[in-house]
């Protein structure tokens, strides 16, 4: 009695292998770029697709390496936060989140259940700035709060020298003012930085306003016929002054 053969059901591809064989836009239309080149061409076409895809594969490879990292310093957040900064800004910089299967950053944070991308900014931002041992046990936020006062200050204040020196802010030393401390005194800075410029901006205005006020007395005086005079702004009053000799009889 004969038996009929059946073909085992093919195991589905894993989500990975699926990924690594997955082609990007860009892959498709190198293929069909290098499909549609005369025979002469075809093969450098054929081998400028296979080598891009050798560096999309390098990519990806290189992503996968950077979310491994990336995981182990978020189970230490509070010591790694800087380590984590600087690998977004890696996947960002490089925009290794494309061959990850990706189409943006923040789809990325959002499908590996990275932090948020506001986080992920603040992290980024404090990397950019502070050394892990700068700021070991101080805390994103207060980190952030501190670059945030000096940006607001009128002086080129160091985020990293303050705290180095633990200045004082406000009246209060830097390791010892909580985010809340911070946040007054950049708003206080910006008060002041405000007021600075609007008393420089009247100043400008007075000047514009008395150079004008003289250009028409002088232009008038020109048109008369009274001699030179000296013409001066005192206060709110404008006046021209002669000699007794140059009002005199001609």
Request: glycine content about 6%.
């Given at each position: 009695?004969?038996?009929?053969?059946?073909?085992?059901?093919?195991?589905?591809?894993?989500?990975?292998?699926?990924?690594?064989?997955?082609?990007?836009?860009?892959?498709?239309?190198?293929?069909?770029?290098?499909?549609?080149?005369?025979?002469?061409?075809?093969?450098?076409?054929?081998?400028?697709?296979?080598?891009?895809?050798?560096?999309?594969?390098?990519?990806?490879?290189?992503?996968?390496?950077?979310?491994?990292?990336?995981?182990?310093?978020?189970?230490?957040?509070?010591?790694?936060?800087?380590?984590?900064?600087?690998?977004?800004?890696?996947?960002?910089?490089?925009?290794?989140?494309?061959?990850?299967?990706?189409?943006?950053?923040?789809?990325?944070?959002?499908?590996?259940?990275?932090?948020?991308?506001?986080?992920?900014?603040?992290?980024?931002?404090?990397?950019?700035?502070?050394?892990?041992?700068?700021?070991?046990?101080?805390?994103?936020?207060?980190?952030?709060?501190?670059?945030?006062?000096?940006?607001?200050?009128?002086?080129?204040?160091?985020?990293?020298?303050?705290?180095?020196?633990?200045?004082?802010?406000?009246?209060?030393?830097?390791?010892?003012?909580?985010?809340?401390?911070?946040?007054?005194?950049?708003?206080?800075?910006?008060?002041?930085?405000?007021?600075?410029?609007?008393?420089?901006?009247?100043?400008?205005?007075?000047?514009?306003?008395?150079?004008?006020?003289?250009?028409?007395?002088?232009a008038g005086l020109k048109a008369s016929d009274l001699p030179k005079a000296e013409v001066a702004v005192t206060g709110q009053r404008v006046t021209a002054t002669w000699t007794l000799a140059a009002l005199?009889?001609?």
């Amino acid at each position: 009695m004969g038996r009929t053969a059946t073909n085992p059901a093919k195991p589905s591809r894993s989500p990975a292998k699926a990924q690594a064989q997955a082609q990007t836009p860009a892959r498709d239309a190198r293929a069909k770029k290098a499909a549609a080149a005369p025979p002469d061409r075809k093969a450098r076409a054929n081998a400028l697709v296979e080598a891009g895809r050798r560096a999309e594969d390098l990519r990806a490879a290189r992503g996968r390496r950077l979310l491994a990292t990336l995981r182990q310093h978020l189970a230490a957040l509070a010591e790694n936060f800087v380590e984590v900064g600087r690998v977004l800004t890696t996947l960002l910089d490089e925009r290794l989140y494309l061959p990850l299967g990706y189409e943006t950053f923040e789809a990325l944070l959002a499908g590996e259940r990275l932090p948020s991308r506001s986080q992920a900014f603040k992290m980024m931002g404090v990397a950019a700035v502070f050394e892990r041992a700068d700021i070991r046990d101080y805390g994103v936020e207060r980190a952030m709060a501190l670059i945030a006062y000096t940006r607001a200050t009128a002086e080129d204040d160091d985020p990293v020298r303050l705290l180095r020196d633990n200045a004082l802010i406000g009246g209060v030393a830097v390791r010892d003012a909580t985010a809340a401390d911070l946040e007054r005194a950049r708003r206080a800075a910006l008060a002041s930085q405000g007021a600075a410029n609007a008393k420089s901006a009247a100043a400008a205005a007075r000047a514009k306003a008395e150079k004008a006020a003289l250009k028409r007395v002088a232009a008038g005086l020109k048109a008369s016929d009274l001699p030179k005079a000296e013409v001066a702004v005192t206060g709110q009053r404008v006046t021209a002054t002669w000699t007794l000799a140059a009002l005199g009889p001609r």
